[in-house]
């Protein structure tokens, strides 16, 4: 079992950057699970924004923030991050992060919500324009 807890959000304005933090507690530690954020805006479907492999060594993004965010994490921690830069306004939405513990982790998997088993609470990132 893993319980993550999403903290950083807040409001800025357009341009403005926030770090995003997971934290992870519980029986497994996150060195064992891939860690993706996600987002979501009322109404809307749930979007991948970022995935990261267990060791690092893989990372993949969502086009629409690509360049803009970095996706991190530090084992040692058990702590994944989401440094956003950048903000626009589009990128309003509560951010979850998620672990996988599955095996398999492409850039195909790291998009699909459903293959992730764990989900922190969310937190609320508002830009401004």
């Known amino acids: 079992q893993v319980q993550l807890v999403e903290s950083g959000g807040g409001s800025v304005q357009a341009g403005g950057s926030l770090r995003l933090s997971c934290a992870a507690s519980?029986?497994?530690?996150?060195?064992?699970?891939?860690m993706g954020w996600f987002r979501q805006v009322p109404g809307k479907e749930r979007e991948f924004v970022a995935g990261i492999t267990r060791s690092g060594a893989n990372i993949y993004y969502a086009d629409s923030v690509k360049g803009r965010f970095t996706i991190s994490r530090d084992n040692a921690k058990n702590t994944a991050y989401l440094q956003m830069n950048v903000l626009k306004p589009e990128d309003t939405a509560v951010y979850y992060c998620?672990?996988?513990?599955?095996?398999?982790?492409?850039?195909?998997?790291?998009?699909?919500?459903?293959?992730?088993?764990?989900w922190g609470q969310g937190t609320q990132v508002t830009v401004s324009s």
């Open positions: 519980g029986r497994t530690s996150i060195s064992y699970a891939h």
């Open positions: 998620a672990a996988d513990t599955s095996a398999l982790y492409s850039a195909q998997v790291a998009r699909r919500g459903a293959h992730y088993e764990y």
